[in-house]
């Protein structure tokens, strides 16, 4: 299956990058290479890095940005290893880094995956097809009280708990294999009246790939990382598809812009902690009209940048 070029808040995110020729550059969510592309075509002696943990976006971004040779460096490895994987191939301080977190169009589209809830497939779910944990080991072998806690908190789900005891008393017959078993169980769960808004399945399978590829944990545990690798003046554009995510990402850039822990009435900071930068989007930038017309994905897209000091 061809994968789909399209990049939520493209001219936005190169803008806020403010690209130096010259400069080092990384995707940690390269996906299909469409921000990628944009950031080669500005380089002259700079280079790029990619990173991604899908073999096929590996594949796919890798022949988009053929053109710019060896101008470009493509990884398989998750972000939160950035670090190390550039200090392997001999790099310690970037310009400019951009994710673009979430699961790709791609993922989304390949009915065997098992991300899309529009598909009868087998429960997946892995961003990394290496990793051990799938959708299917999470469904059938979680216990009722963790599936509301990660539906409930990772899916913001009002129906969460109702959910799990459905899972847990259906499994009790038989394993649920695929991503039409789960919709019939999650639309039994919900009542009627309430299934007017958008798919039954959507925030249950929004969850459960959370927990799958531990993406909120990932992005947690590196943002200080990646904000310690840019280069003075370097900036990290993130672009965000849930409150979750947005909260996180927001509190991080919050707390290195400001991370004095002084009580308000010291007169001067004793604390030492030094600003490493500031927020450059004090209110995240969103897509334009143009864009939501023709992306509907993009809908919920919110982009955030950091500019190191």
Request: hydrophobic content about 35%; aromatic content about 8%; some cysteine.
């Amino acid at each position: 299956m061809e994968f789909k070029h399209y990049s939520v808040l493209l001219a936005e995110t190169i803008e806020q990058l403010d690209i130096k020729p010259e400069g080092i550059y990384v995707d940690g969510t390269l996906g299909g290479g469409g921000h990628a592309f944009e950031v080669c075509k500005r380089l002259t002696t700079g280079h790029f890095y990619g990173i991604d943990q899908d073999d096929a976006a590996i594949c796919a971004a890798g022949e988009r940005l053929a053109p710019f040779g060896d101008k470009v460096t493509i990884l398989r490895d998750n972000y939160c290893n950035m670090r190390a994987a550039l200090a392997a191939c001999g790099v310690d301080k970037v310009d400019g880094i951009v994710l673009d977190l979430g699961v790709s169009s791609y993922q989304l589209d390949t009915e065997d995956r098992g991300f899309s809830y529009r598909f009868d497939a087998p429960l997946d779910m892995r961003m990394d097809r290496r990793a051990n944990l799938t959708a299917r080991d999470i469904v059938n072998g979680y216990s009722e009280g963790e599936l509301y806690r990660i539906i409930r908190d990772y899916g913001e789900e009002q129906f969460a708990k109702n959910i799990a005891k459905h899972i847990v008393k259906t499994r009790a017959d038989k394993p649920i294999e695929t991503t039409f078993e789960l919709n019939e169980i999650i639309r039994a769960a919900i009542p009627a009246k309430m299934r007017q808004n958008g798919h039954p399945s959507k925030q249950t399978f929004q969850a459960i790939r959370i927990e799958c590829n531990r993406e909120l944990e990932v992005l947690k545990t590196t943002l200080d990382d990646l904000i310690e690798l840019l280069n003075p003046g370097g900036r990290l554009c993130i672009i965000t598809f849930h409150s979750l995510e947005d909260r996180i990402v927001k509190t991080a850039f919050r707390k290195n812009e400001n991370p004095c822990t002084c009580p308000p009435e010291f007169p001067v900071c004793v604390c030492g902690k030094v600003s490493k930068g500031s927020v450059i989007t004090k209110k995240p930038i969103l897509p334009g009209e143009k864009e939501l017309e023709e992306n509907s994905r993009s809908k919920s897209a919110k982009l955030r940048v950091f500019a190191r000091k």
